[in-house]
């Protein structure tokens, strides 16, 4: 397993075990709140290629973003990296990077990026890429069938817009849906399901308040945007984002898993065959600790990791 950690190092643990030597080759990362070393997503030919992408902030205190690299990894160290994509416009804060990759069927690949927090206006301006969810070719090309391609006042790589600060991405095969979490303000964390093309509101209809407890608009549905599947209020802060389609755990067969950075937990959304939310579970709530990612494994176990000074790595298994 490669793991990221914030501050801009990449781990391998084998064999279950975490090894000493952080992996060569990491890019320069600008770290500071919310800013570091995001995700690292397997290109689909993995186990051809060796190919693996990074997602990270890039920059100064200044003037930072998203960005994207691209590596092969040889067992040890990360080799022939290059950076293939840079969020426009830069920004001076360290907040709402976004940083979630998943890849699609056609093999592009939708990558989050948040508004900045101070810049939430941007989610609404298709000249910026902040809020958005922007879709590229592995090389970091744009695809031609892009739904803003050809439009002069819109960024051609952006997928969908109107976004906070989605932490959670994960595509379906089964469904061949796109699902992504982000986080509210004060309230108002959402799940969605993303369609080419779609605004997903941000900020001008919103279920959450401002921090300071004032309206960030009274607004919760308008026509021509979109509602998320769920929302929760008040907010758990959700992360990472899973499906389940893995064999050790049968009733959860088709289910979402969303890591709870506030509320302390792995939370289970029951899903019915249409895609509709059932019932929700909490799970490791005896655990008390803030669950940063989780991930169905090919071995039909889920992975979670925690967001702890002393971070863990752990496996869920069916109980004896």
Do not use: C
């Amino acid at each position: 397993m490669l793991v990221t950690e914030r501050v801009g190092r990449l781990r391998l643990i084998k064999n279950g075990v975490l090894q000493p030597q952080s992996i060569a080759g990491v890019p320069p990362v600008h770290t500071g709140s919310q800013a570091g070393l995001f995700d690292i997503v397997l290109h689909p030919n993995f186990a051809q290629n060796s190919v693996v992408f990074l997602t990270y902030a890039a920059g100064t205190a200044r003037a930072n973003g998203t960005q994207v690299a691209r590596a092969r990894f040889d067992g040890k160290a990360l080799q022939d990296l290059r950076v293939i994509f840079k969020a426009m416009p830069l920004k001076d804060t360290d907040n709402h990077y976004g940083g979630r990759m998943a890849f699609l069927p056609d093999g592009t690949f939708a990558l989050t990026i948040g508004e900045g927090f101070e810049y939430r206006e941007q989610a609404q301006d298709l000249s910026s890429d902040l809020g958005k969810i922007v879709r590229l070719s592995e090389d970091g090309s744009v695809p031609p069938d892009n739904p803003f391609i050809g439009q002069a006042s819109a960024r051609p790589e952006i997928y969908t817009w109107g976004h906070r600060n989605e932490q959670g991405l994960a595509f379906d095969p089964q469904s061949a849906r796109l699902y992504e979490t982000e986080h509210g303000p004060r309230g108002g964390d959402e799940l969605n399901i993303i369609e080419a093309h779609k605004n997903y509101g941000w900020p001008v209809i919103t279920y959450g308040m401002d921090y300071s407890g004032a309206y960030v608009s009274p607004y919760t549905q308008r026509a021509g945007l979109e509602q998320p599947v769920i929302y929760w209020t008040p907010s758990i802060a959700p992360s990472g984002l899973a499906m389940y389609r893995g064999d050790k755990f049968p009733a959860w067969k088709g289910d979402l898993f969303v890591g709870a950075l506030a509320f302390k937990h792995l939370r289970r959304v029951h899903l019915d065959e249409s895609g509709n939310v059932v019932s929700q579970e909490q799970l490791l709530n005896d655990l008390h600790w803030r669950i940063r990612d989780v991930r169905a494994a090919p071995d039909g176990y889920l992975y979670v990791s925690t967001d702890e000074a002393d971070g863990r790595v752990l496996r869920l298994e069916p109980a004896p």
